[in-house]
């Protein structure tokens, strides 16, 4: 199950696992984008094997709808890649009252990851693939503002969310510690993916023109990503740059504060009247 499914990189996964054979279920909220995934799958003669699931991954209500839709469908998940990503220039709050990029980038994986744990653990050699941010550009979690309602900017928000997703994958094997599941933090760098649609112009013709020129194509940056997803690591939990594996002993990987994190988020969504 891929999460960002119809479009760059969770895209050029799906049709990668389709053309030698697997199921693939691709989650997104864009109709449009659905049709053209399943249209390409047919075209590689696996129109039995995709499913598009149309799901808003940034409400709490779209997110528990992906878990039951999943577990009413399949007997187990092999593979859960979570690819979605949506930059926003100016703050937006969902319908749960949260700020779009921690619900989307953050929330989404937190919800999606622990409410299939049973199917991935039905799973041969199950794998949790959190295409995220480790290695980059440090950023920080403001633990007294989560929801950034003050000195938000695109950038901020995206990079606390990818700092909540190392502390989600570093608390991963403390909530299951007898758990075949391994879980993978993976930075693919700079993909050309339609990342910078969201962006004003003129920023984002520049974005999208620098790309062209120096980012990495999505099908040589799913590569080592595919790799990883069939060949699972040894340990609970990893973390790569660009294929190079990432030592978990920085700031951004403390224990503690994966475990606060954990709390903090368990807590959030008990408080939150899920608007169906």
């Known amino acids: 199950m891929i999460t960002g499914g119809t479009d760059g990189m969770g895209k050029g996964l799906g049709l990668h696992f389709l053309r030698r054979g697997d199921k693939v279920i691709a989650v997104a909220s864009g109709e449009a984008k659905g049709r053209a995934f399943l249209a390409e799958a047919r075209g590689l003669g696996a129109e039995g094997r995709a499913v598009f699931l149309r799901a808003d991954l940034s409400t709490v209500a779209g997110m528990r709808h992906v878990v039951e839709e999943v577990k009413a469908t399949t007997e187990a998940v092999d593979g859960l890649v ?60 403001k633990w007294d503002d989560l929801q950034w309602r003050k000195g938000y900017t695109g950038m901020r928000a995206a990079m606390q969310a990818s700092r909540c997703n190392d502390l989600l994958g570093v608390a991963f094997p403390a909530r299951y510690p007898a758990a075949r599941t391994r879980y993978v933090l993976y930075n693919p760098g700079f993909v050309n993916t339609s990342l910078a649609d969201p ?46 594996p990432l030592r978990l002993t920085a700031k951004e990987f403390d224990p503690a504060n994966a475990a606060r994190l954990d709390s903090v988020t368990t807590n959030l969504l008990e408080q939150i009247t899920v608007i169906r």
């Not at 099908?219 to 973390?239: E, F, Q």
Request: charged letters at 20%; glycine letters at 8%; hydrophobic letters at 45%.
């Open 199 to 244: 962006l004003p112009q003129p920023k984002r013709a520049v974005v999208k023109a620098f790309a062209r020129l120096f980012a990495t194509p999505v099908g040589k940056a799913i590569v080592p990503i595919a790799a990883l997803l069939d060949n699972a690591p040894g340990p609970a939990i990893t973390a790569y740059k660009q294929g190079k």
């Open 82 to 141: 979570f690819a979605t990503q949506r930059f926003r220039s100016t703050r937006e709050e969902t319908v749960d009252g949260l700020e779009f990029t921690f619900a989307l980038a953050y929330l989404s994986r937190f919800v999606i990851c622990h409410g299939l744990m049973e199917h991935l653990e039905r799973a041969e050699a199950p794998v949790v693939m959190n295409i995220a941010g480790p290695g980059g550009v440090p950023g920080h979690v």
